[in-house]
């Protein structure tokens, strides 16, 4: 490879593999969606953890090669300690929903509540926002729609916030069960926090259009 070649921006190469992550990080909501709103069908469950996992570790191999990029690239899109926060935070989005997939086991949970599932929609919806908003990331003359988006997921998120301390409160009222409290608890708080996941990828994707639109 001559010098010119090696010095030659990748722009597309980056846009491709934010594009592939969150392509990752909707199949990731809409399976845990899945797996919850479905979650009395004990053998479908498995299936959905197992494919959870696998969504899981093909974003982990997008993050490392965008990763190893960076390293090899000498002209970005935009600057280099940006784009390693944008795809680590997405990143962060499908850990999450690992490890909450992962909680419903550990913690031997055998029935949900309309809140768990109605927290898992919020986070099905928070992360096809993501990937709209990424998409369009390419772009600046998509400005004014990205940052429509990033509005959108702000109050996704809050959304989140409320329908978990409402169904937290209910817990406390209702439950008798003080191991069910508990797990059904931690569950909503995970499912809360990743919604934050994506509202710190939105307040990223927020700054790159405000330093270069």
Known sequence: MSL???LMPREGQFFTMFNDHAALVVKGGRELFELLQDYDNVPGRAARISRIEEIEHGADRVTREAVELLHKTFVTPFDRDVIHRLISRMDDILDLIQDTAESLVLYDIQH???EAIHLANLVQICCERVQAAVVLLS???NA?????????IDGLESDADRVMRSAISKLFRDERDDRQLIKLKAVYELLEATTDK????ANVIEGVVLENG
């Not at 004014?144 to 959108?152: A, G, P, R, T």
């Not at 994506?198 to 990828?201: K, P, S």
């Open 4 to 6: 010119l070649s090696a």
């Open 144 to 152: 004014n729609e990205i940052m429509k988006i990033s509005l959108d």
């Open 198 to 201: 994506c509202q710190d990828v």
């Open 112 to 114: 949900l509540t309309p």
């Open 139 to 141: 772009s600046m003359k």
